[in-house]
Structure formats: C-alpha cells, structure tokens
C-alpha cells in the first residue's frame, strides 16, 4: 500500500508545476551529452578553471548552487590539488558517500547506504562498459589528469541516463577551447610504502607521473587536449583469514552436552607485487560555423597487476561428527564458538603463488551540437570496452608430518595462531603441484547512440522544451578454465628461500618461481590452449546480451507560488529493454549443454525537481526531488546457466544452483527534501532528508520456479520485496576569510549522513546482514589552509561497518566493519610554475577488517599500510 501510495503522490507532483503556475528563474546544469550549447562548445553550466584550494570549493559550491537538481559537484583543481591521485579519492570525501578499498585504494563507491549495484557512472554523459561481472564502475581508473571535474546527481531527472536509484555520478573530461590559451601541466611523484620493509622481496618506493596538454589553434575554433598517467605503484598486504565453522556436524568437546561448533581451518597470507596503471586521453573540439560544434574524444585505461605472494593454509579441524574429540585440548568457546584450541596431528599447506590481471576500458565518441532556427540538436555515437584476463597460478606443497595446532580467533581483530613445526624448512614439506585456478576472461561492450533537441517557449509556466532519444547494444561475456599438473620431477631443497615476515610463521617460495616452474612441470603450464575446461569451468561460462531504448520528454519551469518564486524541470522517461542470458545446464553431473533464457520490460520514470528561493540574493534555498528511478539487475546474476539435481520421485522439485535472466530492474520512488544556505563565498550549511522506496530487491534465495514444466527449487538470485531506505545529510563548510591575517587562510568542510533500512539480505540465514552498502553512519572533516604560496589539507572520513562483496562471486557478502581513513596533504609554491607537494595517504595505517556470516569471531584482518608522496608539478 506504501508502494502505491508514494506512486501516487510521484504521478501527482509531476503535473503539480503546470497547474500552479509555476515561474522559471534560472537556466538548469545537466550532463554534458545532453545540455551542451553549440554556440559555446561547452555545456550550458561550466565548471571554471581555478587555482588552489578556496577558489576549487568556490566553484564545487556554485555548481551546487544553481544546479536544478541536488547535486555534489568536483571542480578541477579540486582533484588535482594536493594531489588526489585518482577521482575515487575526491569521490568518498563528499556528503553521503564513501568507498570500499581494493589494494589500499578507494575504488567502488557507496552512496546514500547503497552499494555499488545502485550507483550510475558515465563519463561525458555516457555510460561505461566495466572489467567487473556486473556492471560496478571502479573509479580508480581515472587519474585526476584526465578529469575536469565530477558532478554527483543525487536527484533524477528525465534527461539523466536510467541507472541510479542511489546516485549518478558524471565524470568530465577538460574543454579545450574553454580556455583561451595554451595550457601545459606535468606532475612526478615518488611514492614510498613503509610496510615493504616487512615482507621480503616488497619494492618501498615507485614513480607516478601525469600530464595534460591543452591547446587551440585556427582562432580558437579547433582546440586539442591531450593528457597521460602512469603509476608504478608497490602492491602489499598481509591478511589473516577465518574460513568459517562446522555449524551441523560437529560434536560436544567439553561435556556439558552442548555440540560445541569448531571451525574448518584458516590462513595467512603475505603478497608483495606491481599493480602498473596508466591512462591517456585525446580530445578535440571544432567549432565548424556558429551553429555547428564537432567534439570526438577516447579515453583509454590499462591496469597490470603481477602479484608475488605466500600463504599457510590448515584445515583439518572441523571435527566431522566428533572424530577429533581425542585431539582437542585448551578450549576457548564462546556462545557454542571454539575460537580457540590446541588439536593434535594436523598438517600445513604452504602456497606459493602468482597472481596476475590485466584490465583495460576504453571509451570514446563522436558529438555534434547544432543551431536549427529556434532548435538545439545534438547527436552522440559513443562506444565503451572494458576487457579483463586473470590468472592464479599457485604452487601448492603439503608438509610431510603433522603437528599441534593453536589458535584464537576471538573476534576485535584477535587472531593469534601457531602450527607446531617448522614451517620455514623445505624439508618438511612434499612435492609441489602446480594449481592454475583460474585462468579467466571477461569482456564487455557496450555502443550507444544519443540524439536529442530543446529549444525555447513561452507557454505558462514552461520556458523550455526538451526531447530526447537514446538507444544502447550491450554484450558481456566470461570464461574460465581451471587445471593443475603434477611434477616431470624433483626440486632440491636449494630452489627455495625462508620467507619471514613480521607477525607470522615463516614460509618457503621458490627463489625462481617461473624457471623452477617451467623446468618441473613444462613450458606450456600456464598456457590455456589446448587444456580442457572442467564441469565447473563450463557452469561457470556465461554470456549476456541487453538492448535498451529510452525517450524522455522534459519541460524547465519559471515562476512563483504565492510571493516565492521557484525554478526546476518536469519530465517522463521511458525505458524499453530486452535481455538474453547464455550459459550451460548440466542435469545430475551429466556433460553440460547451452541453455539460454531472457525476459523483456518497459519502465516510466518521472520526475520532478524544484528550487524554492527564499530570499532575493537564492542564498537560502528549499530544494525537492521527487522520482521514480531504476537499477538495472547485475548482468552476471542475468545468465542463464544452471545446475540441477533431479530426484527420481516425479512428485519432488528438482534442486540446484542457477543465474537468473528473467531478473527485472530494481525500482525506487523517492523523494528528496534539502534545505541550503549559501551564506558567503564557499559557505554552506545544508540539511537534508532523503527516502527510498525500493521494490523488486534482488537478492540470492531459494526460489521455488518451474524448469521444463517440472517444479523446481533453486538457489539464485530473484526480484524480492524491497522496502524502505532513509535517511539525513548535514554539510557544513566555511572559508574564515573574515578572520584576522594569517588565520584567514583556513577553511572546513565537513558533512555527516545518517541512513537506515527495514531492507534486508537473504543471507545469512536466519541472521540475515542488512541490505549491501548500507552504512548507519558516515561522514567526514577536512581542514584546509591557503595564504602566501603554503596549501595544507588534512581529511579524516568515517563510516560505521557495511555489508559489501568485495569478491567476483555473487551473493559473497561480508560486513566490512567500521573504518576511519585519514590523509594528509602540503605544499608550497616555489615560483609561479613550480610547485613542491607532499602527503600521507593512510595517516594512521587503518585495516581492513571482514566479518563473515554476521559472525563477530570468523574475520578476516587485512593491513595495506602507509603510503607517502614527494613530487613537484609545473604549470605553464
């Protein structure tokens, strides 16, 4: 009745402008694909090109500002100050945002307590292909060199591309001729990672660089930008990880008559490697006559990680209905838990390994802006690639005597654990087998073509008119083939080294892992070709197919309602889709063969934004946005490929695992209510409200289905109920440029969000975790200081634990507990072009922490370190 009840008021508040009479004061900023003029070149709203700190948080405001929709906005130098080495980083520092990390680096972002599955990401307006299996964007790929800034769109609009119930973010790309002369910036930066001095073989110190050219040529109609980065950045991590616990099969230990639950195992593990990044774009604008605008551009993205790691593993200790009893000594349980014991006669596993990624994501486009009489024209081709290939290539070595096991594991970061012999000694362990699990590849591509028209009018309460159109072909698709093979021979114990490192037990790694390797097991054992994808390789293939068309009509508004005048747009989307899942069925172990499956939708959007200005100057606003918007469903989730158990008993269901390419977009009728005063140069306080009602939450569960006609019970993920996400943002920034010299060179942002959710997963069961992303709480503070060449800027960002997947695998979910990540950021002006900076990411060496199964003692501890920059830039 909710859902209906909202729908309702959504439909109601659409027509409500034209029926009041409302007066438009203001022209209204969009995404760049679909408001740029053609007499400029440009989009309606620009963001301008600043230098140091008060001037970027000067022009971030004003695009919040007179934005028609609540936004946050990232300008320019913004990124690329002091230095915010990629727009992930800039990304988690605003209102109601925050990032899980990947390597000690923001990545993925979280928005208004929703994950990644609910953020949009395009860049100049258009949407991204990814190298990840659904369709998450990892904003760490774009370097600050090759972005002008970001607009956050935390409301809808009719013109916005579908996507976002949490948020849209739009990342720009710099305007060559917005500038009015030639433009030159290079960046260095030697990077330095302490925590290399604990793991051996770890390199300390790596090189960033980045540039940006800018030109214009043929008075100034035709302008060129071209821009670079490249990082060599130290990949390190030490991880201790808890595998779970034996919940059914286990046995009383103690003898108070209670099954005490005992857990499989854990491990440990150090790595030590490159993760090489580097980007390039190229851009050119023409200004063809006064009425034609010609933009092409491509954006060009590569990641290579090559990973040298270690590990123990020690399993053995489930106690299978009790067989261990004997061997366990000095128990420490806790609520039914032993998280911690001594067992006897249980073996290691030392895994030497490499790990090895590539990804790449490539984007471009063609875009013309046309004046026709009274109209706006524009069209836009674009084309998005992303590839990713990886490979685990594992020695794996079991030691040849077992020994006594102790551990706790008490949960709060508690994980001591010893494994009674010598774990550093070759001797003590048995011929190695070389484990390739997996080789995988993946590649997704999406075309678009976009074409819309406003102009004008003077028709009531409507001061102009938009139209638009925009049609997509996307196609994503993932193999894998896993095999292992035995030793042609023997290695002596000379081919290995000890590797110690701080806080565990000592481990054993080839000293030359790829020639031992290729000596004792072949020249082709990590080729792919030719070997044979196993039963599970084969379930686990898939390929899906999606094309989509949406139109939308939007009119901006002009007026007042009684004595407060008000401005905003109005507008309807359509989304037409058809989606096709690939994969491969297999019926009880028999050989797998293709099934294939898809469904097809039409959804209206509407929506409705409005800026009440309650004062002469606009410097006090009351904002409304009021919408319904669509997160298409994960596209790995969209497979077709399944694998079924068929009982005998014609009456009983058939069982089993499955994808799910039926699966329909999650939906939210929301509202937004803000209130904004602007009360000086870069000045704000905001309040604000925001609720979500969600429907068709997709989640993994026991789905009870029909499979050929024949009742069937599977686990997969499928459109559930949904409910409620709410919640309340506070912002507070001030420029204390009032106070006496030289205090006046600080300013504060700072910003706080509370979210909650009667949402919830559908795992674990019976203590489910509450939906992915959802972060109670979440904000940060960041001091800065600007006066007499010195910029200084310290931030500190919070949030309160989060359910995330931070695996491949879908339905993974961890509870990424509580984090606060602090940053720290000097530099000082040598001469006009040259300046010296310096700064601490990670100030004080935060860890990241999982727990599994909502259970407070199966955690898993990870630490990335400190990481410091010394670099100059130069401007010209």
């Keep these: 009745m909710q859902q209906k009840k909202l729908s309702w008021l959504i439909h109601a508040m659409f027509i409500l402008p034209t029926a009041s009479g409302i007066v438009w004061a203001q022209e209204t900023p969009t995404p760049a694909s679909t408001s740029t003029s053609a007499s400029t070149g440009g989009s309606e709203f620009q963001q301008v090109t600043v230098t140091g700190i008060r001037a970027s948080v000067r ?46 680096n923001s990545s993925q972002i979280v928005a208004r307590g929703l994950g990644p599955r609910f953020i949009g990401a395009t860049l100049n307006g258009r949407e991204l292909a990814t190298s990840e299996p659904a369709r998450a964007v990892r904003f760490e790929q774009f370097p600050s060199e090759s972005l002008s800034g970001a607009t956050v769109y935390k409301t809808q609009s009719a013109e916005l591309v579908e996507g976002g119930i949490a948020t849209t973010i739009d990342l720009l790309t710099v305007q060559p001729l917005k500038f009015k002369e030639r433009q030159f910036s290079l960046k260095a930066d030697a990077l330095y990672y302490p925590m290399g001095n604990q793991i051996p073989g770890s390199t300390t110190t790596a090189p960033r660089l980045g540039g940006i050219y800018i030109d214009q040529f043929n008075n100034n109609t035709l302008g060129v930008a071209l821009a670079f980065s490249y990082q060599d950045q130290p990949s390190l991590q030490k991880n201790i990880r808890h595998w779970g616990f034996n919940e059914d099969h286990s046995a009383d230990l103690n003898g108070d008559g209670k099954v005490d639950k005992t857990p499989w195992g854990f491990q440990d593990e150090a790595r030590h490697g490159k993760d090489k990044r580097s980007s390039a774009l ?63 006669d249980v073996g290691v596993t030392n895994n030497d390994f490499v790990w090895v990624q590539d990804t790449s994501t490539l984007a471009g486009g063609l875009n013309g802006k046309f004046n026709v009489g009274d109209w706006k024209l524009e069209a836009d081709l674009s084309t998005s690639r992303a590839e990713r290939s990886s490979q685990w290539r594992d020695l794996r070595q ?69 139209f638009g159109a925009r049609f997509t072909d996307r196609e994503k698709a993932y193999h894998q083939t896993t095999w292992n093979v035995s030793p042609n021979g023997s290695l002596p114990d000379s081919a290995y080294e000890t590797i110690n490192v701080n806080g565990m037990p000592a481990f054993i790694a080839l000293k030359d892992f790829y020639g031992s390797a290729y000596s004792l097991f072949g020249a082709n054992v990590f080729d792919a070709n030719g070997r044979t994808q196993t039963q599970n390789d084969l379930l686990s293939g898939w390929n899906v197919k999606e094309r989509s068309s949406s139109l939308y009509a939007q009119a901006d508004l002009d007026g007042t309602m009684g004595n407060m005048p008000y401005r905003g747009n109005a507008g309807i989307r359509v989304v037409r889709t058809n989606q096709t899942g690939a994969g491969m069925q297999s019926i009880n172990g028999a050989a797998p063969t293709p099934v294939e499956g898809g469904t097809t939708y039409t959804e209206v959007l509407p929506s409705l934004n409005l800026i009440f200005s309650m004062d002469s100057k606009q410097e006090k606003q009351i ?24 009982d005998s008993n014609p009456a009983q269901p058939l069982t089993g695992s499955a994808g799910n390419p039926e699966l329909k977009p999650m939906l939210a009728d929301q509202i937004d209510l803000a209130y904004q005063w602007y009360f000086g140069k870069g000045s704000l306080i905001s309040t604000g409200l925001f609720y979500k009602k969600i429907s068709r939450y997709i989640g993994i569960t026991q789905d009870s ?3 050929d006609g ?49 949402i919830k997963e559908n795992m674990p069961v019976g203590n489910p975790f509450p939906i992915e992303g959802l972060m109670k709480s979440n904000g940060g503070v960041t001091l800065w200081y600007e006066k007499a060449g010195y910029e200084a800027r310290i931030s500190a960002n919070y949030h309160s634990a989060f359910v995330r997947n931070p695996t491949w695998t879908a339905g993974q979910l961890i509870l990424n507990e509580a984090e606060t990540y602090v940053t720290l950021n000097l530099a000082k002006q040598i001469t006009p072009q040259l300046q010296l900076r310096f700064g601490v990411d990670n100030l004080t060496n935060q860890k990241v922490v999982y727990t599994s199964a909502n259970n407070p003692y199966q955690q898993e501890v990870t630490e990335f370190g400190r990481r410091f920059n010394l670099g100059l830039s130069y401007k010209m």
């Design 59 to 104: 022009s971030a405001l004003a695009s919040k500002e007179a934005s028609n929709s609540i936004i946050e906005s990232i300008a320019s130098e913004d990124i690329g100050k002091l230095p915010d080495t990629t727009i992930a980083e800039s990304l988690a520092r605003l209102p109601g945002l925050s990032s899980g990390l990947d390597r000690g």
């Design 705 to 707: 289905t029909t499979i």
């Design 282 to 344: 190229g851009k050119v604008e023409w200004k063809a006559s006064p009425d034609a605008f010609i933009t092409g551009d491509v954006y060009y993205a590569k990641s290579a990680i090559d990973e040298r790691g270690q590990q123990h593993w020690t399993g053995d200790l489930g106690n299978w209905n009790g067989y261990q009893n004997a061997n366990y000594s000095n128990l420490d349980i806790r609520n039914g838990y032993v998280v911690g014991a001594s067992v006897k």
């Design 623 to 646: 904002r409304l946005g009021i919408a319904r918007a669509m997160s298409r469903a994960p596209l790995d989730e969209m497979r077709a490929s399944r694998n079924l158990n068929v």
């Design 398 to 466: 079991y030691s040849k005597a077992n020994g006594t096991i102790s551990w706790a594991f008490t949960g709060d970061e508690n994980q001591t654990y010893s494994f009674g012999q010598d774990t550093g000694n070759p001797a003590n362990f048995g011929s190695p087998t070389m484990y390739v699990d997996t080789d995988g590849h993946l590649k997704d591509t999406l075309n678009a073509v976009h074409i819309n028209g406003s102009r004008s009018v003077e028709f009531g309460t409507v001061t102009k008119i938009k």
């Design 710 to 758: 024949r009742a069937a019970l599977i686990t997969r993920s499928v459109n559930g109920t949904g409910g409620n996400v709410k919640g309340i943002e506070l912002v507070y920034q001030q420029a204390f440029t009032e106070l006496p010299a030289p205090f006046d060179g600080l300013g504060v942002s700072s910003n706080y969000t509370y979210t909650t959710s009667d």
